[in-house]
């Protein structure tokens, strides 16, 4: 994959985790538990493998395109291990 596409596929990921995100809130909030927690693992599933296989080597390439602040740090941590 060549850089430009690479930040182009980051940025989208970084922005669906977010979204991700958004909807476990919903969910919470308007599902019963059991439902609820089916679902978070699924998608905590989903969020591991576009982490694993597609930002990670991504970001092994080109690891000026990783991102960094708060939250990202404890995710490189996690990597590292």
Known sequence: MNEKTAEEVSDRLWKLHGELNDLLWFLKANCDEQEFLRIRKEIAS????IDLEILLPIYREYPHLEPSGPGVAANNEQRST
């Open 46 to 49: 989903v969020m591991g493998t």
